[in-house]
């Protein structure tokens, strides 16, 4: 587990009454509210805005599970449920966070295994579960493993059991245009959920003579649109994307980083409201520093990456299917968990 205080706090304007939710319910009165969930994509400066629906995000819940929930449990459902939907913050006490962020990577999904769609669909199992449910799914990559349009149907459908607002990064086994035909999304985004920002970078480095490319770099136009997204905005910020940054002793992982790793980082220096940054690429569970704050590496859902001390195999595909869950509390301090689910 590792927590950390952001140097800003969420900027929240008070309601001036309580929410009203699904099936009447109300939200207690001093709740937050900032703008509501939304998603804006970089193309042509075009902005593409997805509403979060109080009834969405309850739907999973059927007749005979709402009768085995405790009065307590339901008006908790109701009230985030309600916060989502209209982007307010979550007050401290009685929840005690604003967002929790289901954060995946490297699902690969076509991998030469086999095994792919299964430990993918484990992971979606566990959040699906989840009572709440995270607010929001990250997915920091490596989405299909060979960028093949087939692999895209399948993470697409995967994708699309998540009801909720959702972003995915390009990672060095994806094909830009397989990936954008096949998922609909832009590899430049800014999602706003709950008053965080989540602004979405493409790392991925095209195929050279049909070779893929396995070091990441973001380029000076992508650097110079991240500055001006950070710079207008001054709300708490997640910057995701495919490769690590800088090493992270893995040996090997560390010689296909982000080759820009120190021009992002003078970036990010500039803008004390970022508070964290989420990547995959390293199928590993972990956690370190750049620019100033943590550095969260999301796991790996197809294996997972060891380092040459350890007496296990390199690419261990044997390894249970890993992820973060990132705890937002409502004074901007981020705690994280990871999961190792186990397999049958």
């Given at each position: 587990?590792v ?10 304007v008070?309601?001036s009454g309580?929410l ?5 319910q109300e939200?207690?009165?001093?709740s937050?509210?900032?703008?509501g969930s939304?998603?804006t994509?970089s193309s042509?400066?075009a902005?593409r805005?997805?509403?979060v629906?109080?009834g969405?995000l ?6 005979q ?6 009065p307590g ?16 913050g979550?007050?401290r ?16 999904f ?8 299964g ?5 979606m199992d ?5 009572e ?5 799914l990250?997915?920091?990559g ?5 960028g ?19 972003e995915?990064c390009l ?9 954008a035909?096949?998922?609909?999304v ?6 706003e ?9 493409d790392s ?9 490319v396995?070091e990441?770099?973001l380029g ?10 950070l710079?207008?905005?001054g709300?708490p910020?997640?910057?995701c994307?495919?490769?690590?940054p800088?090493t992270i002793n893995?040996e090997?992982?560390d010689?296909?980083r ?6 992002l980082a003078?970036v990010?220096t500039?803008?004390?409201?970022v508070v964290a940054?989420l990547?995959?690429?390293a ?9 100033g ?5 999301g796991?790996?859902?197809?294996s997972a ?8 195999p390199?690419l261990?595909y ?7 869950l ?14 190792a689910l186990?397999?049958?």
């Amino acid at each position: 587990m590792v927590s950390f205080q952001p140097a800003l706090h969420p900027q929240r304007v008070p309601l001036s009454g309580g929410l009203t939710g699904a099936a009447g319910q109300e939200g207690p009165a001093g709740s937050y509210a900032t703008r509501g969930s939304r998603a804006t994509s970089s193309s042509g400066g075009a902005a593409r805005e997805r509403q979060v629906g109080v009834g969405v995000l309850l739907e999973p819940f059927t007749k005979q599970r709402w009768e085995t929930l405790s009065p307590g449990r339901i008006r908790r459902l109701f009230y985030r449920a309600t916060v989502l939907a209209t982007g307010a913050g979550l007050r401290r006490g009685r929840l005690g966070l604003m967002l929790v962020i289901a954060h995946v990577s490297d699902t690969h999904f076509g991998d030469d295994l086999g095994a792919a769609g299964g430990r993918a669909a484990a992971v979606m199992d566990h959040l699906l579960a989840m009572e709440p449910r995270p607010d929001v799914l990250v997915v920091t990559g490596d989405v299909a493993d060979h960028g093949l349009p087939h692999e895209y149907d399948e993470a697409r459908a995967w994708l699309d059991r998540w009801a909720g607002p959702r972003e995915v990064c390009l990672g060095n086994h994806d094909v830009r245009a397989a990936f954008a035909a096949g998922l609909g999304v832009d590899p430049n985004a800014v999602l706003e959920v709950g008053g965080v920002r989540f602004v979405m970078l493409d790392s991925l480095v095209d195929a050279v003579d049909g070779r893929r490319v396995d070091e990441g770099s973001l380029g000076h136009d992508q650097l110079a649109w991240l500055e001006e997204q950070l710079a207008a905005d001054g709300r708490p910020t997640y910057v995701c994307l495919h490769h690590p940054p800088l090493t992270i002793n893995l040996e090997l992982m560390d010689p296909f980083r982000l080759l820009d790793g120190e021009a992002l980082a003078a970036v990010l220096t500039r803008h004390p409201h970022v508070v964290a940054t989420l990547v995959g690429h390293a199928h590993t569970m972990g956690v370190t520093s750049f620019a100033g704050r943590p550095l969260l590496i999301g796991g790996g859902v197809v294996s997972a990456v060891t380092a040459d001390s350890e007496r296990l195999p390199q690419l261990w595909y044997g390894a249970p299917p890993s992820f973060a869950l990132h705890l937002v509390d409502d004074d901007g301090r981020v705690t994280t968990h990871w999961r190792a689910l186990p397999q049958s």
